[in-house]
């Protein structure tokens, strides 16, 4: 018997966290919620139960909003003149809108990372 090698094309970790697809061959998709990871890849059948990104996605979101999304506040808040509870309102809109619609690229993109850095350990060794 010889051993049978598949050929996946390498992906690149941020085109597979932009897509939410799957790490190895970047076709399958990697959520079937919203952040609930699929068992397997419905592609080229990597398991994707391995992959466990942990609070890292929302850790980052959370510095790199902050980075973002305060000056631009403080910018507002000094050449405008709103009450408190409007910036209250608009402020908290604006970075709940922003950290929802990025956490799901962020957490694809740990995975990728994670299946790069550490493939030998999440590949299946009895396929």
């Given amino acids: 018997m010889g051993v ?5 094309p390498n992906v690149s970790p941020m085109t597979a966290g932009m897509r939410c697809a799957c ?4 076709r399958g998709k990697l959520f079937k919620g919203f952040l609930t990871i699929n068992e397997r890849c419905s592609v080229c059948g990597l398991n994707l139960a391995r992959q466990d990104s942990g609070d890292g996605p929302a850790v980052f979101l959370i510095f790199i909003l902050g980075f973002l999304v305060v000056p631009v506040a403080l910018w507002v808040s000094m050449t405008v003149d709103w009450p408190l509870w409007l910036h209250a309102i608009v402020w908290s809109i604006v970075i709940l809108g922003l950290a929802l619609g990025m956490l799901r690229p962020a957490k694809a993109y740990v995975v990728a990372l994670q299946y790069r850095h550490r493939r030998d350990e999440l590949e299946d060794t009895d396929a």
Avoid: H
């Fill in 4 to 8: 049978v090698s598949t050929y996946y």
């Fill in 23 to 26: 790490p190895r061959c970047g």
